[in-house]
């Protein structure tokens, strides 16, 4: 009785590992076979939103500090900065790419690239209507949000109506991401 037994949890054992060991090399086989593709989508995805927040851009190249991008036009000529942002939100990180101008005074625009905020509420922060409040928005100064009423300040943005936790999010991480970027290109 106890051979059989002894026999069958060996069996067990040895089909276990089987599994676990074709499961574990499948996983690794099929990361390393998408992990290149995933990293392209996201450097064209990246470039997209660049090239969104600046029309003319025709070069985008990495200033090798942080992921900031110095953004020129066909002639050379500087448009300006883009870099990456990111931060907590009401449910979850959230992602941006920021335009400046050249003299980091205002903002080109802004792009939502990863977002996990409420459906329907908080998602609008990815919207037409609330991006556009960042084109030309004056950033000498730091961002505001305000509620229920129109901007009165050019370094004013109306929060979302209910979602005032994701506005306050994306305000949050751009103040404190262009405080960075403004240390690191112009030292200091």
Known sequence: MFNIFK??????????????VVSGVSLVLVY??????????????????????????????KTGKEEIFRVTDK?????????????????????LIVGVDPEIAKMQGMEVIESQET????AEIAGEKFREQFQGLSI???VEYIKNRKPQQPYQI?????????????????NERIHEVRRILKGG
């Open 7 to 20: 026999n069958t949890f060996v069996k067990m054992i040895v089909a276990l590992t089987a599994v676990s």
């Open 140 to 142: 000498t100064h730091d």
């Open 158 to 174: 109306e929060a979302i109506t209910g979602a005032t936790i994701s506005s306050r999010a994306v305000v949050n991480i751009i």
């Open 32 to 61: 390393n076979y998408s992990m290149p593709k995933i990293k392209v989508n996201i450097e064209r995805e990246k470039n997209s939103a660049i090239k969104n927040i600046f029309p003319g851009a025709v070069k985008i190249e």
């Open 119 to 122: 459906p329907g509420l908080g």
């Open 75 to 95: 002639t050379g000529k500087l448009l300006g900065y883009a870099f990456i942002a990111k931060g907590n939100g009401y449910q979850g990180e959230i992602k």
